[in-house]
């Protein structure tokens, strides 16, 4: 399935939340399959945002790195511009019954929307 790097970066968060919820066997091995590949994903994301960073990078006192002064604007602009890649994953989708019992916001069904199955209406 086709998606941006912005996807896999959302959906991170509230498939750990359903992670540490209690599933049945089927539920609970697509979930942590589609996580597995999350988690591959933003070790990705991770290492270019600090291969970013790097390229803007101020050294401050105490031997840590930051985004320059000034930079500030160009880094974001780069890696929000780099979150909109596409990208082509492969996973099996999880249905809203997967997740049935477990109590989720709107914003976390946002964040995982393109992992989960579309119903036929």
């Known amino acids: 399935m086709k998606m941006k790097l912005v996807d896999i970066k ?3 968060e509230p498939l750990k939340k359903i992670m540490n919820k209690e599933l049945n066997i ?8 589609v996580l597995k590949i999350v988690n ?3 070790t990705a994301i991770e ?4 291969k970013l960073v790097h390229k803007y990078q101020e ?3 105490d031997g840590s790195i930051r985004v320059a002064s000034g930079k500030e604007q160009q880094f974001m602009n780069e890696f929000v511009e780099f979150l909109q890649t596409d990208i082509d994953i ?17 914003a ?5 929307d393109k992992f989960i199955a579309k119903e036929e209406e």
Request: charged share 30%.
């Open 10 to 12: 959302n959906a991170e």
């Open 26 to 33: 089927k539920a609970a091995y697509k979930v942590s399959k």
């Open 40 to 42: 591959s994903e933003m």
């Open 47 to 50: 290492q270019s945002r600090v």
């Open 59 to 61: 050294k401050q006192e």
């Open 90 to 106: 492969d996973f099996v989708p999880i249905s809203i019954d997967d997740l049935d019992g477990i109590s989720l916001t709107p």
């Open 108 to 112: 976390d069904m946002i964040g995982i």
